[in-house]
T-cell receptor, first 110, second 112 residues
Framework: QKEVEQDPGPLSVPEGAIVSLNCTYS??????FMWYRQYSRKGPELLMY????GNKEDGRFTAQVDKSSKYISLFIRDSQPSDSATYLC??????????FGTGTSLTVIP | DAGVTQSPTHLIKTRGQQVTLRCSPK?????VSWYQQALGQGPQFIFQ???????QRGNFPDRFSGHQFPNYSSELNVNALLLGDSALYLC???????????FGEGSRLTVL
C-alpha cells in the first residue's frame, strides 16, 4: 500500500466552479500535510500546509484533514483558468521523508 | 533571492551511460533532497543530504548516488542508465523540520 493515494483525474471544470481534490494516506502517525501545485514543465510549489486535523483557509483555497478517516482534501472556490495545473498532496513522516501522491490534473475552462 | 536552481534543464543520454545533475539550494537552506518524477506520477524520494552526508534514502538502487558540497550545493549521479530512468529529476531544499520544500524546475532526462 502506498503512503499517499490520489485520484489522477483528469478533472475538467468550468470557470467559477468549486473544485474538490482528495487524497488518502496510510499511516496514522503522519502529522504534516501539504498541497503542492505544479504547472506544466515547472517544479512543484507549496500551496497549503496543515498540521494535524482541521481546516486551513487561504483566499480561495481551503485545506482539510480528517485524521479519523485518513483523508486530505483541497477545495478551490471560484476556480480560475490560472488554476489549471497538477495538484499534488503530500505528507511528511518524522523519519524525515516526504511522500507525494500521483497528482490530479485540473483544467478550468473559461 | 534566487530559489533552487538546477542544471542542465534537459539532456539526452543512451542506455549504459552515466549522468550528473547539479543543484544549488535556496539561500540559507542546508538540506537538499532529490526526487524522480516519471510522466504522470508524483515525485518519488531518492535521497536527502544534510551536512554533506546522505541522511535518508528512498527505494532506489545503488546506481543512484549523490554528493553535497560545503556550500550546500548537491549533485545526483546515475550510472548504467536504463530506459526507465527517463524522468524529471527534481531537487528540493528546505530549512528546519519539517520545513517547506522549495523545488527547482527540474532536469528532464531522456534515455534512448
Amino acid at each position: 500500500q502506498k503512503e499517499v493515494e490520489q485520484d489522477p483525474g483528469p478533472l475538467s471544470v468550468p470557470e467559477g466552479a468549486i473544485v474538490s481534490l482528495n487524497c488518502t494516506y496510510s499511516n496514522s502517525a503522519f502529522q504534516y500535510f501539504m498541497w503542492y501545485r505544479q504547472y506544466s514543465r515547472k517544479g512543484p510549489e507549496l500551496l497549503m500546509y496543515t498540521y494535524s486535523s482541521g481546516n486551513k483557509e487561504d483566499g480561495r483555497f481551503t485545506a482539510q484533514v480528517d485524521k479519523s478517516s485518513k483523508y486530505i482534501s483541497l477545495f478551490i472556490r471560484d476556480s480560475q483558468p490560472s488554476d489549471s495545473a497538477t495538484y499534488l498532496c503530500a505528507t511528511w513522516d518524522t523519519g524525515n521523508q516526504f511522500y507525494f501522491g500521483t497528482g490530479t490534473s485540473l483544467t478550468v475552462i473559461p | 533571492d534566487a530559489g533552487v536552481t538546477q542544471s542542465p534543464t534537459h539532456l539526452i543520454k543512451t542506455r549504459g551511460q552515466q549522468v550528473t545533475l547539479r543543484c544549488s539550494p535556496k539561500s540559507g537552506h542546508d538540506t537538499v533532497s532529490w526526487y524522480q518524477q516519471a510522466l504522470g506520477q508524483g515525485p518519488q524520494f531518492i535521497f536527502q543530504y544534510y551536512e554533506e552526508e546522505e541522511r535518508q534514502r528512498g527505494n532506489f538502487p545503488d546506481r543512484f548516488s549523490g554528493h553535497q558540497f560545503p556550500n550546500y550545493s548537491s549533485e545526483l549521479n546515475v550510472n548504467a542508465l536504463l530506459l526507465g530512468d527517463s524522468a524529471l529529476y527534481l531537487c528540493a531544499s528546505r530549512e528546519g523540520v519539517p520545513g517547506e520544500l522549495f523545488f527547482g524546475e527540474g532536469s528532464r532526462l531522456t534515455v534512448l
